[in-house]
């Protein structure tokens, strides 16, 4: 943000996490306990067995409220799946302070501020986690 850099890891997890409207804590403790123990880090022999804490990892949550878009009509993006700022800023901090309790290290963005994320991709692999069944 104005050229500096907020949140910065190595080896780790980018999460970009689009909060929904209608989601609650209990969505923001089922994805941390998620992602923390995701298996998708090789292990020595080149399988994907190991969680980013097993790999000395760091984590770094970034607010996507874009990812909630519906776009199967028109040409412009709906966002009205996006909850609310008032609502989202609390689940993204309880998100983050859920992985934080399972001593990962965490670094974060900015809530609701327009930033450059730069991403260099090990993999690849690019998952989607979700908390409900669609």
Excluded: H, W
Excluded at 8 to 22: D, M
Excluded at 63 to 84: I, N
């Amino acid at each position: 943000m104005n050229g500096n850099t907020v949140g910065e890891i190595g080896k780790g997890l980018l999460i970009l996490l689009g909060i929904e409207s209608g989601d609650t804590s209990a969505d923001a403790d089922y994805l941390s306990v998620k992602t923390a123990a995701l298996r998708i880090f090789d292990d020595e022999a080149g399988k994907m067995n190991l969680n980013v804490k097993q790999v000395n990892g760091a984590v770094l949550v970034v607010s996507q409220f874009t990812l909630c878009a519906e776009t199967k009509r028109g040409m412009r993006p709906s966002f009205d799946r996006a909850a609310r700022p008032e609502v989202a800023k609390p689940l993204y901090e309880t998100f983050v302070e859920r992985l934080r309790q399972q001593d990962l290290r965490v670094e974060t963005g900015i809530f609701q501020a327009s930033m450059e994320v730069s991403l260099t991709n090990d993999g690849p692999v690019t998952l989607i986690c979700e908390s409900k069944r669609s």
